[in-house]
């Protein structure tokens, strides 16, 4: 499984952004989708994720509110809608894939969001 993250960039204080997650992979149906961030000297943290029917989705306490993930499985891709953004969520933001299993087995390169103030 490959995973391509794009869509970062920088964007004001309450702007908007968008990540997208491109999944080359057959079944990607099957899989349990995610992002997670990593700030500058900090650890990686979770961030959402969403079940592999888009039924159940979960978020961190951090972005409740503000954040939305979605997905397509006709286009293999998982979206990020992040909206009222903040400085704080200044991270690369990775898209991860699991299957059958707790652990996130595949990780995408990331791409990096900067939120100025």
């Known amino acids: 499984v490959q995973l391509q993250a794009s869509g970062g960039g920088l964007v004001q204080a309450g702007g908007s952004l968008r990540l997208s997650c491109a999944a080359s992979?057959?079944?990607?149906?099957?899989?349990?989708m995610g992002w997670f961030r990593q700030a500058p000297g900090k650890e990686r943290e979770f961030v959402a994720s969403?079940?592999?029917?888009?039924?159940?989705?979960n978020y961190a306490d951090s972005v409740k509110g503000r954040f939305a993930i979605s997905r397509d499985n006709a286009k293999n891709t998982m979206y990020l809608q992040m909206n009222s953004l903040k400085p704080e969520d200044t991270a690369v933001y990775y898209c991860a894939a699991k299957i059958l299993t707790t652990e996130w087995n595949y990780w995408g390169q990331g791409t990096q969001v900067t939120v100025s103030s």
């Open positions: 992979v057959r079944t990607f149906s099957r899989y349990v």
């Open positions: 969403i079940s592999w029917n888009g039924a159940t989705t």
